[in-house]
């Protein structure tokens, strides 16, 4: 059984900046990745951004470059991730989740098979 326990969010303005957690707990259980992915109401599940479990490879959609970072701490089992220049459209509830060891990395949401449980943040002057 693994656990992915979310922690982050809140209220920022926007522009500024944010740091979401995903803390993994479990033994016996492999994974390719962690993706992040964000779902706005009524919305299909949206891939933001991975990295691998090894932390050596990263993905990221197009409308997040160069203002998200994905980062991990392997001692913590932990992977961060820090979005800076938010717009106020990512006002939304984000989702960490553990891809199948099976699949190459990629943020296609069918592929992740443990998911936490959500933090809502908002961007609102």
């Known amino acids: 059984q693994l656990q992915l326990v979310e922690s982050g969010g809140g209220l920022v303005q926007p522009g500024g900046s944010l740091r979401l957690s995903c803390a993994a707990y479990g033994k016996g259980l492999d994974y390719n990745a962690i993706g992040w992915f964000r779902q706005a109401s009524g919305k299909e599940r949206a891939g933001i951004s991975c990295i691998s479990a090894s932390g050596s490879n990263a993905n990221y959609a197009d409308s997040v470059k160069g203002r998200f970072t994905i980062s991990r701490d392997n001692a913590k089992n932990t992977v961060y991730l820090q979005m800076n220049l938010l717009k106020l459209k990512y006002t939304t509830v984000y989702y960490c989740?553990?891809?199948?060891?099976?699949?190459?990395?990629?943020?296609?949401?069918?592929?992740?098979?443990?998911w936490g449980q959500g933090t809502q943040f908002t961007v609102s002057s």
């Open positions: 989740a553990a891809l199948k060891p099976s699949w190459p990395l990629h943020t296609s949401p069918l592929e992740y098979y443990y």
